[in-house]
């Protein structure tokens, strides 16, 4: 096909503003699924995405639409909405010239719109602004296009007003697609360049790589490249998804779909990478992406039933995947080896732990999550530790750096006062406030990391009664106050249980701290001292009682030193027990810290 009758674009919107929904009804629309195959967010394959209600993965499809006599090739990319998964959606966009902005007719303009927006400007996409669900009688769709032009700088006129749900207005929709978005480039003479955008593993086929041709053709048989590796291959097979795999002979300028070329080794394939033709290689690669910086780290070790080497193999499986998770050995004298990995978010640290389960059938134990923070050493060396058991003695350390972020969070008027007392409590400094009407305002905060990751956004939604939305993007690592708090449990210090807070909620959250552990290690046959320690000095402390027999039941009456002499015997026996019994810690003991609630 020409290159000027093929059309890339994605969907790009806040989360549950009808993205998967809009790309179904295009899809029936087209004739990509007939009405007996068609089911709802059919684009969303695992299971997980079908139980939460979210898209996880970004999925491609081609169809094919006759518009004026003229046919055109649709390549679809629909893109996940939650922030945590902010990058999947910049490597769609790196594949495409143009974007739908989807905006619920209801909810109206939403953080993770104005994030979107931005990105898909960042990318030179052409950006069409659709207000869905007008169907719904508490749609505003005027209210909704006065914000987008207002927030937004997209013409309040251009928006087209749209129902997925009962495919309203959908055909002028489609048209539009044909007509304001642009074709790409027209490169086919020159040499073979497709850029890797995503890839999954295939028990049978290897590495499935999803590609999108920026210049010449791919064939089948054909010997290629991978330029960043400078690994060489045979291409078995090339194709489309229609959204079902279809096998074709060549991928041609412009196209999107995929390509199999029994790559078994799983570290093989790197995500933006460029594909060239082995004995005619273009001279440059294309720009590829930015590594994602994970913002969460955790622990994960085996659990009872599974082994360190099934482990491995499932993280190197998932890694595949999803080239935004990270993991390196990692091993305590608690636990035993595992790995330290690296997530963008607490929900998506939530989904590859899922995946773990499900997909692979290992058994996980996992520690709670931090941040990474910097350290400026008294050498002038700055450090990233990720952890609060690779920090260096505190003697070395000249400075201590958190990460901050810019937080936007889109409200109701009448909730104002409630989130600035939450952002108060959680060290957030408001830098502005824009009214996108008279019912709703935009706050912008500059928060440390640490203190909104974990369950700020959980409490958001409660003191907003829902209605409150946010996203945040990584600013850059500041001075801070910092410390390390250490617990030891029965003397012992753990590593797994270690945390980095601000000095001045130290003491606090110690206490809370070992309140939890308390509640969470079970008793023993001896006394359990738990303590908190900054440095050398201890700030608190709590004791598990231990489990206390009544040795002197079976002693009637005598002397009261029969009694004495069998107590003491005990007293010793607990000592001895104390000094070489080991603590049992649960799991649930470790998520204790993760709470870090009020």
């Known amino acids: 096909m020409k290159t000027e009758n093929i059309r890339n674009f994605c969907i790009v919107a806040h989360i549950d503003h009808g993205k998967s929904t809009l790309a179904d009804r295009i899809m029936q629309l087209t004739g990509a699924v007939s009405e007996r195959d068609m089911q709802e967010q059919l684009l969303d394959s695992m299971d997980l995405e079908r139980e939460r209600g979210i898209t996880i993965k970004a999925s491609a499809v081609t169809m094919n639409y006759k518009h004026n006599g003229q046919e055109y090739m649709l390549n679809l990319i629909d893109t996940p909405g939650h922030v945590d998964f902010h990058y999947e959606v910049s490597r769609a966009m790196a594949a495409c010239e143009g974007a739908l902005l989807v905006v619920d007719a209801t909810q109206g303009v939403e953080a993770q719109t104005v994030a979107n927006a931005y990105l898909a400007i960042e990318n ?70 497709a850029l890797i955008f995503d890839s999954h593993y295939d028990d049978y086929r290897g590495v499935i790589c999803y590609v999108r041709i920026f210049g010449g053709t791919l064939k089948t048989g054909q ?51 460029t594909i060239t033709d082995e004995y005619n290689p273009a001279s440059k690669p294309l720009p590829g992406y930015q590594k994602p910086m994970q913002m969460v780290f955790s622990d994960f070790y085996p659990g009872n039933s599974t082994d360190y080497t099934k482990l491995r193999a499932a993280f190197d499986k998932l890694a595949l995947n999803d080239a935004s998770f990270t993991f390196v050995p ?50 002038g060396e700055v450090k990233r530790v990720d952890s609060p058991s690779q920090m260096p003695d505190p003697t070395n ?106 000095r001045s909620n130290a003491e606090q959250r110690g206490r809370k701290m070992l309140i939890r552990l308390r509640k969470a290690i079970p008793r023993h046959q001896f006394e359990v001292p738990l303590q908190v320690t900054i440095g050398g000095k201890i700030i608190a402390r709590e004791t598990i009682k231990g489990f206390r027999k009544d040795v002197t039941a079976k002693l009637y009456g005598g002397d009261i030193t029969r009694k004495m002499k069998v107590l003491e015997k005990q007293k010793k026996g607990k000592a001895r027990m104390k000094n070489i019994g080991s603590v049992t810690i649960p799991q649930d003991a470790f998520m204790t810290i993760l709470d870090n609630s009020e």
Do not use: W
Request: aromatic residues 6%.
């Open 124 to 193: 030179d996409l052409e950006i069409v602004p659709v207000i869905n669900k007008i169907d719904l009688p508490s749609a505003q769709p005027d209210v909704v296009a006065e914000e987008i032009e207002h927030i937004l700088g997209l013409k309040k006129e251009d928006c087209y007003n749209v129902s997925a749900k009962s495919a309203a207005n959908m055909e002028e929709l489609l048209e539009a697609i044909v007509t304001l978005l642009p074709p790409p480039e027209d490169h086919c003479n020159e040499q073979p360049r």
């Open 223 to 273: 010997k290629v490249r991978m330029m960043n590796t400078g690994r060489s291959y045979l291409v078995s097979e090339l194709g489309k998804f229609t959204p079902k795999m279809k096998r074709i002979n060549e991928l041609t300028c412009g196209e999107v779909g995929y390509m199999v070329a029994s790559i078994r080794t799983l570290s093989e394939v790197t995500i933006g990478d």
């Open 330 to 379: 990692q091993s305590s004298p608690a636990l035993g080896f595992g790995f330290r990995c690296g997530f963008l978010g607490l929900l998506h640290m939530e989904i590859v732990q899922e995946r773990l389960e499900r997909e692979n059938g290992v058994e996980v134990v996992q520690t709670a999550p931090t941040v990474s923070y910097e350290i400026l050493t008294n050498d």
């Open 397 to 502: 350390i000249a400075e201590l750096r958190e990460p901050f972020v810019r937080l936007e969070i889109i409200t109701p008027t009448d909730t104002i006062g409630a989130i600035m007392k939450l952002t108060e409590q959680r060290r957030c400094t408001l830098i502005k406030t824009d009214y996108l009407s008279t019912t709703r305002v935009m706050m912008e905060f500059k928060a440390p990391l640490a203190d909104i990751v974990y369950d700020f956004y959980d409490i958001l939604k409660g003191v907003s009664r829902g209605y409150a939305t946010m996203d945040y993007e990584l600013i850059a690592f500041e001075k801070s106050d910092l410390v390390k708090i250490n617990i030891l449990i029965n003397k012992i210090p753990v590593d797994a249980l270690s945390s980095i807070v601000h």
